[in-house]
């Protein structure tokens, strides 16, 4: 074979072709790049606890009930709720309505099942404070408040705290 021939065609290396072989290197190079890179986000990710404001707010309508949303922990993560306090804008703002306490992966629910209320207030404002692993939220669940007969055009807040935390269900399901 002549030196154009090799030039123009490629040179072969035991039947392979070099640019294959290159090729095949740098894009196994970028891969090798891409999962230290993941593992790493997922190391990070697993790293422990991190606390987790919660805040919702939302106006009232004439007539039915109110519900806001808290959000959801990502998937593998779970949330252990540690206080909510529920009311009006304001501490001193006088609103009527009750409030329950909804952990479901569906929204939008003005009257939840039954399985679903963690927990109610009688009277607004409420503070609740709760224990380690008494108000816990999975993925793919959320945490919402529903405000039941609320003052109409009135403004309703929802603030609180939650640690999340790994969940370590998930992960043994995943290594078996």
């Known amino acids: 074979m002549s030196l154009q021939a090799e030039v123009e065609g490629g040179a072969e290396v035991g039947g392979f ?3 294959a072989i290159v090729g095949l290197k740098a894009s196994l190079d970028g891969l090798t790049t891409e999962l230290r890179k993941r593992r ?3 190391a ?5 606890a991190v606390e987790v404001m919660l805040r919702g707010a939302a106006v009232s309508a004439s007539t ?16 252990e709720v540690k206080h909510l306090t529920v009311g009006g ?5 006088s609103v009527a309505g009750q ?19 963690a927990d109610q207030a009688n009277s607004l404002p409420n503070v609740a404070y709760y224990s380690t692993r008494q108000l816990v939220v999975r993925h793919p669940n959320h945490l919402f408040v529903v405000i039941l007969s609320p003052t109409g055009s009135t403004q309703y807040s929802v603030g609180g705290a939650a640690t999340e935390f790994p969940d370590k269900r998930l992960q043994l399901e995943t290594e078996n």
Do not use: F, H, M
């Open 17 to 19: 072709s070099l640019d």
């Open 40 to 42: 790493a986000i997922e």
């Open 44 to 48: 990070a990710y697993q790293g422990g």
């Open 64 to 79: 039915g009930n109110l519900i806001i949303g808290l959000g959801a922990p990502s998937y593998g993560r779970l949330w």
């Open 89 to 93: 804008a304001l501490w001193t703002s």
């Open 99 to 117: 409030a329950i306490v909804v952990i479901s992966p569906a929204s939008g629910q003005t009257t939840p099942a039954l399985v679903d209320i």
